[in-house]
T-cell receptor
Framework: AQSVTQLGSHVSVSEGALVLLRCNYS??????LFWYVQYPNQGLQLLLK??????LVKGINGFEAEFKKSETSFHLTKPSAHMSDAAEYFC????????????FGQGTTLQVKP | DTGVSQDPRHKITKRGQNVTFRCDPI?????LYWYRQTLGQGPEFLTY????????KSRLLSDRFSAERPKGSFSTLEIQRTEQGDSAMYLC??????????????FGNGTRLTVT
């Protein structure tokens, strides 16, 4: 069965510092992987997706993620954190069947300190 | 593209009452998903539709829960005889499946249910 593990439920960085949010997946087939962001009392917004093309995926708001098959990882990075990046971030893997269903990790709350 | 719309945004109800939520997907999207999210957790899949057909239901969806998408457009999620454990954010998402494959899920802002 597909699963996602996000290491670290809370990450705190200073404004301007590197953001690194970790995600490891388990999948019996080549996965489709996603990162979503959720601001308080809102739904989820797609940041980026990996669908077996380039292993380095660029998303919105300066975020990018690298698919590493050997490490079963899909970590999210941003070179310089901005106060507006403070939110909850979810990594997700698509279901192996053709349902389009996503299986989410438990989320990582990013705090950005001034 | 007006996005996925959910109504109401917040619902407070007493234990034992029935509640119904509505989701309007992006107009050209043929798939619609319902998820539940409890505090500090990622969203959990409940059910999904392709057009008007409900194709899968999670075991999380007890017999007190029912979802419909009667004309393949908007969807409703009803919870009967609510329990305090039903308190959560209920998220709706839609996507388009077709010749180009499957588009990513687009989420609404959710309905937050509080059962007192």
């Amino acid at each position: 069965a597909q699963s996602v593990t996000q290491l670290g439920s809370h990450v705190s960085v200073s404004e301007g510092a590197l953001v690194l949010l970790r995600c490891n997946y388990s999948s019996s087939v080549p996965p489709y992987l996603f990162w979503y962001v959720q601001y308080p009392n809102q739904g989820l917004q797609l940041l980026l997706k990996y669908t077996s093309a380039a292993t380095l995926v660029k998303g919105i708001n300066g975020f990018e993620a690298e698919f590493k098959k050997s490490e079963t990882s899909f970590h999210l990075t941003k070179p310089s954190a901005h106060m507006s990046d403070a939110a909850e971030y979810f990594c997700a893997v698509s279901d192996t069947s053709n349902t389009g269903k996503l299986i989410f990790g438990q989320g990582t709350t990013l705090q950005v300190k001034p | 593209d007006t996005g996925v719309s959910q109504d109401p945004r917040h619902k407070i109800t007493k234990r034992g009452q029935n509640v119904t939520f509505r989701c309007d997907p992006i107009s050209e999207h043929n798939r619609l998903y319902w998820y539940r999210q409890t505090l500090g957790q990622g969203p959990e899949f409940l059910t999904y539709f392709q057009n008007e057909a409900q194709l899968e239901k999670s075991r999380l969806l007890s017999d007190r829960f029912s979802a419909e998408r009667p004309k393949g457009s908007f969807s409703t999620l009803e919870i009967q005889r609510t329990e305090q454990g039903d308190s959560a954010m209920y998220l709706c998402a839609s996507s388009l499946v077709g010749g180009q494959g499957l588009s990513p899920l687009h989420f609404g802002n959710g309905t937050r249910l509080t059962v007192t």
